[in-house]
C-alpha cells in the first residue's frame, strides 16, 4: 500500500467555523507533513511531525493545530480561519531516517482538501 | 541556504515529441536528493524521478530521465514520446539528508506548466 489518503476532498466553511483535516498512511511512514498549497505554486510547508512529535512548525498561525495521534494518523484541526486560508491542504509522509544509498526517500503526497473559507 | 529555480513557468509540447524542463539549485552540500514531482489538474501531486547526488549515473524513469550535472547545479528533466496524460505541473525540489532529528523540508522551484498538445 503506497497511498497516503486523506478526508474530506472538499470542504466548506464559516470563519467561526470548527472543523477538522485527516490524513492517514499505511506504509509504516514515521514522518508525516501539512502542506497549504495555492493555485499554481508549489507547496508551502506548514508542520512535519517525526514519530508522532512535532518536528517543525512554519511559523503557523495559531488557528491551525496539528495532531498526530498515532503513526499512520494525522489531523489538522481548524478554527476561526480567513477566507486567504482558502486552499488545497496536502498531506505527505516519508520515511522517518533518510540516509544516503537508502532510495525511497521522497515524500508520498495526498490528494489534499480543497478548503474555502467563506 | 537552498534555492532552487525553475527559469520555464510555461511549456508546450506536440503529443509524441520531446520536451526538457529546466531546473538549476544551488547549495554548499555535496550530499543531496532531487526530485521532480508531476501534479495534473486533478491534483496529486506524484513523484516523476528522484536522483542522488552522490550517484553519477543519470536516473531514468520509462519515458522520464535526467540530465544531472552536479558541478553545473542543473537537473533537467526530459519527457520523450510525450503524452496528453502528461500535461501538468512539473517541481523540481531539493532535499538534504537527514536523521529523524533535522530538517527534512523539501526546497520546491515555483514549477513549469507542461502542456501537452494532440
Known amino acids: 500500500d503506497t497511498e497516503v489518503t486523506q478526508t474530506p476532498k472538499h470542504l466548506v466553511m464559516g470563519m467561526t467555523n470548527k472543523k477538522s483535516l485527516k490524513c492517514e498512511q499505511h506504509?509504516?511512514?514515521?514522518?508525516m507533513y501539512w502542506y497549504k498549497q495555492k493555485a499554481k505554486k508549489p507547496p508551502e510547508l506548514m508542520f512535519v511531525y517525526s514519530y508522532e512529535k512535532l518536528s517543525i512548525n512554519e511559523s503557523v498561525p495559531s488557528r491551525f493545530s496539528p495532531e498526530c495521534p498515532n503513526s499512520s494518523l494525522l489531523n489538522l484541526h481548524l478554527h476561526a480561519l480567513q477566507p486567504e486560508d482558502s486552499a488545497l491542504y496536502l498531506c505527505?509522509?516519508?520515511?522517518?531516517?533518510?540516509?544516503?544509498?537508502?532510495?525511497?526517500?521522497?515524500?508520498?503526497f495526498g490528494p489534499g482538501t480543497r478548503l474555502t473559507v467563506l | 541556504a537552498q534555492t532552487v529555480t525553475q527559469s520555464q513557468p510555461e511549456m508546450s509540447v506536440q503529443e509524441a515529441e520531446t520536451v526538457t524542463l529546466s531546473c538549476t539549485y544551488d547549495t554548499s552540500e555535496n550530499n543531496y536528493y532531487l526530485f521532480w514531482y508531476k501534479q495534473p489538474p486533478s491534483r496529486q501531486m506524484i513523484l516523476v524521478i528522484r536522483?542522488?547526488?552522490?550517484k553519477q549515473q543519470n536516473a531514468t524513469e520509462n519515458r522520464f530521465s535526467v540530465n544531472f550535472q552536479k558541478a553545473a547545479k542543473s537537473f533537467s528533466l526530459k519527457i520523450s514520446d510525450s503524452q496528453l496524460g502528461d500535461t501538468a505541473m512539473y517541481f523540481c525540489a531539493f532535499m538534504k539528508p537527514h536523521n529523524a532529528g533535522n530538517n527534512r523540508k523539501l526546497i520546491w522551484g515555483l514549477g513549469t506548466s507542461l502542456a501537452v498538445n494532440p
Open positions: 506504509m509504516g511512514h514515521r514522518a
Open positions: 536522483q542522488e547526488a552522490y
Open positions: 505527505a509522509s516519508s520515511q522517518g531516517v533518510v540516509l544516503l544509498g537508502t532510495g525511497q526517500n521522497e515524500q508520498f
